[in-house]
């Protein structure tokens, strides 16, 4: 029996209007639907339409409901969210990038060989891919043998499903001069398709820039020498946007950059960067020194370490070589946890030598905990070291079977060594251990993620290995 469509003016002074409002206003950040009920009741009133659902409260308990309500909010999110982009928006940005900015990173990473940048908000790939595009036409001698990744994150999964195909329309091509379409794109049924090795170094998962933590090592999301969020803080309150920079700032490593929209350019929120004119553009940098305190730390950043189950014993033969040397942030006296919150923090300042010298210290310490091991192989993977990673991911394992994130980390770096069939296991693993925790758990050494939210970027992660 199909009921009547709930016309949008009626729903707005629906009871549980008001209720439906802000958690999706809270969810997502777009404060920009704060003073238009018009559009966003027509939106949910399509989605109650199609769900035929009558109220708003129906709709939020709907929304609230574990994996149903996740996959609704994914539906009502690809219409709320607006994903207009296109390739070489805002040229002033590019050539400050290709003038100053690359070169200047090509100089100061000349001895770790690695450039990590983020485009926050991403849309359907047009901005990630314009950097990779540049890097690889413009930059390619200097950058030979470099780790040179670029992540593209979004809170809409059909936009991300779409830049995982790298398929364009005119549209999203109108920066794009016909020489540079005919080397770069070729034919296909799906629009212009944007050549493999064009797309090199180029991944994109998903991640809500108001929900989910940052920096991160879990979602890989930090020690970032450039970070583009162009034309997504405009749809943010402003409490947001502070809360988006201080982060921004703690995922930049010191003298990283960060570029926003021209239209988002308000210099309270970004006042712990140095501003800098380029090319006719303002682009923010991180200057040398702490972060600023995070203005939302506690409701999304906080980290709890949970205690660990006792390990089975090791095989003695593990850690071959020398103690390892002393290390200058160790401490006599230091607990583990105040041990990796130290490698967290060095970490995101990309500091990877000085991390991999105190995860042996904690190693060191007591051979049987799975912490120094699985810390070691963030670290080893951030080094480009994958092969070993995946050593101390097994460890870590092998001490610790519920150790969930370890699983989940060996997903993510056996995709990246092409053991696709290996990486389905692991991530199958992950859903299979969640099974046993409640949805809120927090997750030990998850910044802060819960049993949920690792169960959606796993699903995500084997949705993605489908479509390979
Ligand atoms: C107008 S597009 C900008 C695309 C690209 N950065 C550019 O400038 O061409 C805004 C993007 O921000 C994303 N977005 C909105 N809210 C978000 C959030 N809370 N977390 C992550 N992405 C979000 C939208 O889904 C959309 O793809």
Not at 266 to 290: H, I, K, T, W, Y
Not at 404 to 410: I, N
Request: charged share 20%; with cysteine; aromatic share 8%.
């Amino acid at each position: 029996v199909s009921l009547p469509a709930v016309q949008a003016s009626a729903l707005t002074s629906d009871l549980g209007y008001r209720s439906l409002k802000q958690y999706l206003l809270e969810w997502t950040g777009l404060a920009f639907y704060a003073d238009k009920d018009d559009q966003l009741g027509e939106k949910i009133a399509k989605r109650l339409a199609a769900l035929q659902l009558s109220s708003c409260a129906a709709y939020l308990n709907l929304l609230r409901d574990g994996a149903a309500g996740e996959s609704e909010l994914d539906e009502l999110i690809s219409d709320l969210t607006i994903g207009e982009t296109h390739f070489f928006r805002f040229e002033e940005h590019f050539q400050a990038l290709r003038r100053t900015i690359i070169p200047e990173l090509i100089r100061r990473n000349a001895a770790r060989r690695q450039i990590r940048i983020w485009s926050a908000g991403c849309s359907f790939g047009a901005e990630p891919y314009s950097l990779t595009v540049m890097l690889q036409r413009e930059f390619a001698s200097e950058l030979a043998g470099w780790d040179v990744s670029v992540i593209g994150t979004d809170i809409n999964r059909q936009f991300l499903a779409r830049a995982r195909q790298a398929c364009f329309g005119e549209w999203a091509l109108r920066g794009v001069d016909r020489h540079l379409r005919e080397v770069c794109f070729e034919p296909s049924p799906l629009g212009h398709r944007l050549r493999d090795v064009y797309r090199e170094g180029t991944s994109f998962q998903y991640h809500n820039l108001v929900k989910h933590p940052y920096p991160s090592l879990l979602y890989n999301l930090a020690a970032f020498d450039l970070i583009l969020c162009r034309n997504v803080l405009i749809y943010f309150s402003r409490e947001t946007i502070d809360q988006c920079a201080a982060r921004f700032f703690s995922a930049l490593v010191e003298g990283g950059w960060l570029l926003v929209g021209h239209a988002e350019m308000n210099p309270e929120s970004f006042r712990a960067f140095r501003a800098v004119d380029l090319c006719g553009a303002m682009v923010f940098q991180r200057p040398p020194g702490d972060a600023p305190a995070d203005p939302g730390a506690a409701s999304t950043l906080a980290f709890t370490p949970a205690p660990l189950p006792p390990p089975e014993p090791p095989p003695l033969s593990w850690l071959p070589g020398p103690p390892p040397p002393p290390s200058p942030a160790a401490t006599p006296g230091d607990t583990p946890a105040t041990t990796t919150a130290r490698i967290r923090e060095l970490a995101d300042r990309a500091a990877w030598t000085e991390a991999g010298q105190l995860c042996r210290t904690l190693i060191e310490a007591d051979r049987l905990n799975p912490l120094g091991h699985f810390y070691q192989a963030l670290v080893l993977e951030q080094m480009g070291q994958l092969r070993e990673a995946d050593v101390a991911l097994n460890r870590v394992i092998y001490l610790d079977r519920s150790f969930v994130l370890a699983h989940y980390h060996r997903g993510l770096l056996l995709q990246k060594i092409e053991d696709l069939a290996g990486a389905a296991r692991a991530f199958r693993n992950v859903l299979d251990l969640l099974t046993a925790l409640e949805p809120d758990t927090m997750l030990a050494e998850g910044d802060g993620i819960s049993a949920s939210a690792l169960r959606e970027l796993a699903q995500m992660q084997l949705e993605v290995l489908e479509e390979r």
